[in-house]
């Protein structure tokens, strides 16, 4: 385990006179004429109130198939300013235990993980308010051990619990089920699904962080998703031809977006579902109103007529059966971060 770049900053201002002026410097003084003897009396230098040092012991629960990936500690101090006490990455993490750093001053604790950052991506936060521009982007998002963060209750460094940004929405099974169609025993073609209005960023830590930009606005942007490091983020594959029930566990990830689609210029995230029948592409948008963080959303659905031909609008009634479930991430809890 490796650290780097530890910044301190005491808020003790020392001075420079009393630090420089030597115990012979001013036995010296004392030979000077009487009228200079008022400055005899030795010069005493205030009382040092910087701020020890400290090491603590994190201890790391990773929960279901999900790895820390580089950790990232920002100590800060208490109120009224919350100023940035100590800043340590750490890499090569194994185990269970790591040790973080910071001054006898320090109160509370951000901890993020696999979060990507460089000698100057911190150089902007100086206090825990400055946290709130900070940027998670899908872009960097990786699905086998996506970005996490946390951060300690106020006053109290005892516990950290980090959580993903990410929403996960997991296309457990699908069938095709066309009786009483025209078209009945036919097969979808080339069936894929993708998420739509996936939102391109959020700050979990402002306290308001609407969405303004959005990956796939009412269709799929393939360039833009192929610019994503995992575009399976939100593209996969699901089968050349459906008919029975398959089972794919086709898990996507998006960012919070609390839309219900009610409200004009706030759309809903959706899962589309495109295949080809006789030649023709349906869609078939499934809406993910009020979409949380650190929750998994389990579908199991069954395409039962022609879809629409557009992504962007709600499939005709009795399109889809769908049956859902909601659970925390991974059916528990995340990792748990005990600061010792």
């Known amino acids: 385990m490796k650290g780097r770049n530890l910044e301190h900053y005491p808020n003790t201002l020392f001075s420079r006179i009393g630090r420089r002026l030597s115990a012979a410097s ?11 003897l008022i400055a005899c009396t030795p010069l005493k230098a205030p009382e ?48 269970n235990r790591v040790t973080g750093t910071s001054s006898t001053a ?7 993980s696999g979060y990507p950052s460089d000698a100057y991506t911190w150089s902007g936060i100086r206090s825990l308010a400055s946290l709130a521009d900070l940027p998670f982007r899908l872009e960097d998002e990786d699905p086998a051990a996506p970005m996490l963060y946390g951060i300690s209750e106020a006053g109290s460094m005892g516990r950290v619990v980090l959580r993903p940004v990410l929403a996960k929405v997991t296309l457990r099974s699908i069938a095709c089920d066309f009786s009483g169609r025209a078209y009945a025993g036919e097969r979808l073609q080339d069936v894929r699904a993708y998420l739509t209005y996936a939102r391109k960023e959020c700050r979990p830590f402002a306290e308001e962080d609407r969405p303004a930009d ?127």
């Open 106 to 112: 320090a109160r509370q604790v951000v901890i993020l």
């Open 214 to 340: 959005w990956l796939n606005a009412g269709r799929l942007d393939e360039a833009q998703t192929a610019s994503l490091s995992h575009p399976e983020t939100v593209l996969q594959d699901l089968t050349a031809s459906l008919g029975g029930r398959i089972r794919p566990e086709a898990a996507f990830y998006a960012y919070p977006n609390p839309s219900d689609g009610t409200a004009f210029g706030n759309p809903v995230t959706r899962l589309v579902i495109e295949g080809k029948l006789r030649g023709t592409v349906y869609y078939y948008p499934i809406d993910l109103p009020g979409l949380e963080a650190d929750v998994q959303y389990l579908m199991d659905v069954t395409l039962t007529r022609a879809g629409t031909t557009d992504p962007d609008t709600p499939a005709g009634s009795g399109s889809i059966r769908l049956e859902s479930q909601v659970l925390d991430w991974d059916g528990r809890d995340w990792e748990d971060i005990h600061y010792r």
């Open 48 to 95: 040092d109130t910087t701020p020890g040092l400290r090491k603590a012991q994190i201890y790391i629960y990773p929960a279901g198939k999900t790895s820390v990936q580089g950790l990232d500690l920002l100590f800060f101090q208490d109120a009224p300013l919350y100023r940035l006490d100590a800043y340590q990455h750490l890499d090569g993490i194994s185990g």
């Open 26 to 36: 001013r036995g010296a003084l004392c030979h000077l004429p009487a009228f200079f």
